[in-house]
DNA sequence: CTGAAAGCGCTTACAG
DNA sequence: CTGAAAGCGCTTACAG
């Protein structure tokens, strides 16, 4: 059905070999056979099959990236830079949702399509400490997020810790007193939530003030519904507050919105940031404040490192990706 | 280096043929063989090699997705729901991003990866008439979005002529009278935009209210910042609109953001709608009105009818998927 | 500079 | 119920 290297190589009146000399670029090829090749080529439509080639180089050009899902907005942003990144390579992404379940971010890391992928880029949720040594075995893994475990596996990160001190000390050294948090980590895995709670803890430490962890707001996930929800809750509570910071944008987004039918004036009476800086934080009425890391640095990396981990090579970029605290008007000075 | 059909028949004391029987789950296997094999299987963390299966078996299990880009959120959400209902069908989702740049469409279209590929989703802004029927060779396709050529390609999309006239009269008949239209198409391509544009003048002629074109504004992209300088324009032209018809809710959002910096009151000076119903239609503020294509049916239906060319079948789903006109506080009527 | 042959890891008629 | 062998479409030492 499909056209062959044996069949140009029949209509060239060469050999295979030969096909497949001038198709990889190889240079001991006279110019005159080469221009026989190559018409067979274009008069036959030929395209090397990269499956078969693939079996054999045992090199498939095909890298599969596992995120939560693809329609919360940063894991989209972050999937888009990563297919950039990866195309720049010539490499091809295979996107696989694990709705940040352990059971299939295993089945990702494990290599999902055995013999059909040559690295993984994982943004692993619920993946415990062990889980990532005992599984990845084959190919190269780089994890995006919070190292899961000490283990050899390369994983990307922004400095979590540092990053939520500094958001927190601008909402303190604005003269907020009260900041809520939503997103505090309820189970034993969320440990970015983690390190973002401790930043906001040094960040008061920092400044002495004291923190009340009556305002710490547990969530079921992290999306829009789930900020409206805890926000609903620590207003049901009668305490006071005057900031909100949300472990990430779309909580954020969610808290607006309640913060707004409850004629809450923002930043007014409560100023509010996010994390993650995704697009709509410039849109958002008002402008969100958010941490934003390097999304862009951060699928580079990403693709970068595992190259070279399929390269086999041992020197790979730093997995320290920068961030910036963006300020916008839902943080603006309440004086 | 890899565990192979081979060492799982050797330690089995079996030959590949019954291993393969086995992994395969063929009937005819006596239950004492069967329960060696598996202990090898089992024992040597054995995996099929889907590569070889695949150039063997001339399946590989992966279809393709092209998109325009995954950070557009509409393309985000059609994502996912495309790998969701794949997945269901033991499909993986290769994502390729072609930024509607007709090149790369045909690269989508020609089966990206050949050999690697079993089929081919793709939303398409680029492609003339012709080229479908040119490049489509191969592997089975289905287009998402409006028919491109008259071709036997199977394509699923919305009304648009109808949901366009549908919201238009909904603002007609709340009373507004110089509906302006962001997003008119400009170049030969745009023909979703055009049928949307059709059912807004079709709207008009149902009332029998009359339109001013002049209240047509062009856009370079469907992005917040072409809908934001749209509105900027129109405001500038000094006519008088009391609603605004957005082909793409990010238009729409970037419409909003526009008018609040003017200090025109949404909905009472000017109702706003958009168009895809993108999640955050729900939380922006004011909420959004929106056209809404079922897109977990449109995913579903693009994922099945695409697995039943691969089977070669003739029947398919039916290509026009459902939508629904949703009202949301942007267009509230202003008596 | 070019050719004949082996082999990547599977599946599948064909025998027995 | 199970085995030996061919072949999917490539690439790559090995000769010449």
Chains 1, 2 share one sequence.
């Not at 990889?24 to 005159?32: F, K, L, M, R």
């Not at 969320?190 to 400044?207: E, F, I, T, V």
């Amino acid at each position: 059905m499909a056209v062959r290297l044996k069949d140009v190589a029949e209509m060239a009146g060469v050999s295979v070999k030969t096909v497949s000399n001038v198709i990889n670029g190889y240079p001991h090829v006279s110019a005159t056979t080469r221009a026989r090749v190559e018409a067979a080529v274009e008069a036959l439509g030929y395209r090397p099959n990269l499956q078969a080639r693939s079996l054999r180089t045992g090199r498939s050009g095909v890298i599969a990236l596992g995120v939560p899902r693809l329609d919360e907005v940063y894991f989209a942003e972050v999937a888009a830079h990563v297919i950039d990144a990866a195309g720049a390579l010539g490499l091809t992404v295979l996107v696989e949702q694990t709705d940040g379940e352990r059971e299939r971010e295993l089945e990702v890391l494990s290599g999902i399509r055995p013999g059909m992928v040559d690295g993984v880029i994982l943004s692993p949720l619920g993946l415990s400490r062990t889980d990532v040594d005992e599984t990845t075995r084959g190919v190269p893994v780089v994890l995006l997020g919070e190292r899961v475990s000490g283990s050899a596996v390369d994983h990307l990160r922004i400095d979590n810790v540092e990053a939520a001190r500094q958001l927190t000390r601008s909402l303190l050294t604005s003269g907020r007193r009260r900041v809520a948090v939503v997103g505090v980590p309820t189970g034993s895995h969320a440990s970015a939530a983690r390190l973002r709670l401790d930043g906001y803890q040094r960040a008061h430490g920092d400044l002495d003030v004291a923190w009340d962890d009556e305002l710490w707001m547990s969530v079921a996930g992290y999306r829009r519904a789930d900020g409206a929800e805890a926000v609903h809750r620590l207003v049901g509570t009668g305490k006071p507050f005057d900031a909100i910071f949300c472990f990430n944008d779309l909580l954020a987004l969610g808290a607006l919105a309640v913060l707004r039918r409850h004629s809450v004036r923002v930043p007014e009476d409560v100023a509010v940031a996010g994390f993650d800086d995704i697009d709509e934080c410039s849109y958002s009425v008002p402008t969100l404040t958010s941490v934003s890391p390097d999304k862009g640095e951060l699928a580079l990396r990403a693709v970068h490192t595992l190259q070279a981990r399929m390269d086999g090579a041992g020197d790979v970029p730093d997995p320290e990706v920068p961030f910036a605290v963006v300020q916008r008007e839902s943080t603006a000075s309440s004086r």
